[in-house]
């Protein structure tokens, strides 16, 4: 098992800048990839990007790409999203999640944190 615990949410102005951090725990050997999604009132969750874990690649979705960027510290077990630039379109509650390779197989996103409110004001 693995647990995955977010932090670093809040208020922001537009324009603004937050870092968000996910703390895993656990069975965390197997990690293929870690990810970021969130998900606004009224609207299904989305993919934000995603990091792997041993290589460090990224990938975006266009709405985040050249204002998020992911990072990860491996002897911590943590990954962290960057946001600037943050508009109002922003607001969501923010998840990260864990893709084990030996669980589902890769690509399919395992485990998942509780979830960060991030809410940007105009």
């Known amino acids: 098992q693995v647990q995955l615990v977010e932090s670093g949410g809040g208020l922001v102005q537009a324009g603004g800048s937050l870092r968000l951090s996910c703390a895993a725990s656990g069975r965390t050997e197997s990690t293929y990839a870690m990810g970021w999604f969130r998900q606004a009132p009224g609207k299904e969750r989305e993919f934000v990007g995603r990091?792997?874990?041993?290589?460090?690649?990224?990938y975006y979705a266009d709405s985040v790409k050249c204002r998020f960027t992911i990072s990860r510290d491996n002897a911590k077990n943590t990954v962290h999203l960057q946001m600037n630039s943050l508009t109002p379109e922003d607001t969501a509650v923010y998840y990260c999640?864990?893709?084990?390779?030996?669980?589902?197989?890769?690509?399919?996103?395992?485990?998942w944190g509780q979830g960060t409110q991030v809410t940007v004001s105009s």
């Open positions: 990091i792997k874990w041993t290589a460090g690649t990224t």
């Open positions: 999640a864990l893709d084990d390779r030996f669980v589902a197989g890769v690509g399919s996103y395992d485990y």
